[in-house]
């Protein structure tokens, strides 16, 4: 059995960048905080989570502001896409939605194209019976 060990690193750009995640992340949870969305108990359990996993690796952990994205977007009504989007991870779930977004705007130009191209046949459909007209009478 293999083990692995966490390499810590002690430069001064690795501190900077370890200090630049736990600002940001305060201010994420006050953010959060003054909006609604996590309650005081809360913030301080995930201050411990994070004072904890600090010391043991500088990266910086970006699944949270991905889940709270995602919690944002719209959620599609059906009760078999929320059940099934239950086990799915914050990137798949951005993944879903992105790819409904694009079909529906696919769906929503190829109507529009329909819509033209038919008014456009009512446009030359009329024309060809006014040509004929004119050219009846004409030829009268």
Do not use: C, W
Not at 4 to 32: K, P
Not at 93 to 120: G, N, P, S, V, W
């Amino acid at each position: 059995m293999v083990e692995t060990q966490l390499i810590q690193t002690n430069s001064a750009s690795h501190q900077r960048n370890a200090n630049r995640v736990a600002q940001d992340e305060a201010e994420l949870r006050e953010l959060l905080k003054q909006a609604g969305v996590i309650q005081d108990e809360e913030a301080q359990e995930e201050e411990e989570q994070v004072a904890e996993a600090q010391p043991r690796s500088p990266k910086p952990s970006a699944e949270p502001v991905q889940a709270e994205s995602s919690a944002k977007q719209k959620e599609e009504p059906k009760a078999e896409a929320q059940e099934s989007d239950d086990s799915l991870s914050a990137e798949e779930k951005t993944f879903k939605q992105r790819y409904a977004d694009i079909q529906r705007h696919m769906q929503k130009t190829a109507d529009q194209h329909k819509e033209e191209i038919e008014k456009l046949k009512k446009q030359l459909e009329q024309l060809l019976r006014m040509s004929l007209y004119y050219l009846s009478q004409k030829t009268r």
